[in-house]
């Protein structure tokens, strides 16, 4: 009875093992890990770059509105700036946001595989 309970969990850990050899193949960057450090700076930049937006933006509606001779709330400028850098972010740091997108799935892959892997060991596998 000992085998059939075996069997169903040597395919969950061959199920496994594939993520880890299409994550190492399947993405454009070589066998290179991702790190920690790499992902919190690409992650960091990132942010960095949309809250400078933010402000640019709510920069240029105060000013705007100075020019008019409008008064705008401090508020009110930030809320429209949010609103407007949301969408406007996707187009212009496209390429930052797919840099830290596939960062995040190469980490989560490394993690994934890097646990089956220990849990093979426990198993007693060798791998």
Avoid: C, H
């Avoid at 401090?74 to 930052?96: C, D, H, Q, T």
């Amino acid at each position: 009875m000992s085998e059939p309970s075996e069997k169903p969990k040597n395919p969950k850990s061959d199920d496994q093992a594939e993520p880890r050899g299409a994550a190492g193949s399947g993405g454009p960057q070589p066998a290179e890990r991702v790190t920690k450090g790499r992902l919190a700076r690409d992650v960091a930049l990132y942010s960095f770059a949309r809250l400078l937006l933010v402000v640019v933006i709510g920069a240029i509606i105060l000013g705007v509105a100075a020019l008019v001779g409008v008064t705008v709330p401090l508020l009110v400028a930030a809320i429209f700036a949010v609103l407007i850098a949301l969408p406007l972010s996707l187009l212009l740091f496209a390429k930052l946001r797919r840099r830290v997108n596939e960062g995040i799935a190469a980490f989560d892959a490394q993690r994934r595989a890097d646990q089956a892997d220990l849990r093979a060991k426990l198993r007693g596998e060798d791998r």
